[in-house]
């Protein structure tokens, strides 16, 4: 018989599901989603599109990436800012050769780069907005978004298109259509020009021309 120790008994917190599960983020929702590329796409892009489901996420993805842009160039600006304002405050090398700094200079240096850093950020803030701007606006202006998410203050694309089906077909003789015959012209216009998406930049409109003030004037 073997006359050694006991094995101790294992422990049940080794098997609990703390120790035995390992825990996997939540996948990141979609900022975008495929939909059906219109006739008048570039058919080399493919038979699908990436758009946002309506302005709101739209508007809320840019927000987001500016706000994202901004805190990243904040954070090097305080860095850049702190050097700075160290080297503007530092005594003179004479002084600290001839050890003639005293607490006094450290106290005014102190308040010294206390002034020079707060100018020295506010004036990167302004220039974080800017860059965060000039980053996110093209993209976003070139961005689609669904036509069927778009709200009911937008155009009406059924009517744009029908009235412009009316125009283009008015005369022609082949189609049968006379002046209440617009339904097959409508119908083969919209076959033809039907919209499934439209860009950022044409929510806009002519009144309007900077991005920033078209959602903060939605919201």
């Known amino acids: 018989m073997d006359g050694g120790a006991p094995?101790?008994?294992?422990?049940?917190?080794?098997?609990?599901?703390?120790?035995t599960l390992i825990p996997f983020p939540r996948p990141l929702p979609l900022l975008r989603g495929p939909i059906k590329a219109g006739p008048t796409d570039d058919p080399s892009s493919g038979p699908y599109l990436l758009a946002f489901k309506?302005?709101?996420?739209?508007?809320?993805?840019?927000?987001?990436?500016?706000?994202?842009?901004?805190?990243?160039?904040?954070?090097g600006a305080r860095i850049g800012c702190s050097i700075s304002a160290s080297s503007k405050c530092k005594p003179p090398w004479w002084k600290v050769v001839l050890g003639l700094y005293s607490k006094q200079d450290f106290r005014e240096r102190e308040k010294c780069e206390e002034i020079e850093m707060e100018a020295c950020f506010a004036a990167a803030k302004e220039r974080c907005g800017g860059f965060a701007k000039q980053k996110c606006e093209p993209a976003f202006m070139n961005a689609r978004i669904e036509a069927s998410g778009l709200e009911s203050k937008l155009v009406d694309w059924k009517d744009a298109c029908k009235l412009i089906s009316t125009v283009c077909f008015v005369d022609e003789k082949s189609y049968g259509i006379g002046f209440w015959g617009v339904d097959k012209s409508w119908g083969e216009f919209r076959q033809k020009n039907e919209v499934s998406s439209l860009r950022g930049k044409d929510l806009l409109g002519s009144d309007f021309v900077d991005i920033e003030e078209y959602l903060r004037k939605s919201s």
Not at 9 to 19: H, I, Q, R, V
Not at 54 to 75: L, M, P
């Open 54 to 75: 309506n302005c709101s996420a739209w508007a809320a993805a840019y927000w987001n990436c500016r706000a994202q842009i901004i805190a990243q160039c904040e954070s």
């Open 7 to 19: 094995q101790p008994l294992p422990n049940p917190d080794d098997y609990s599901a703390a120790a």
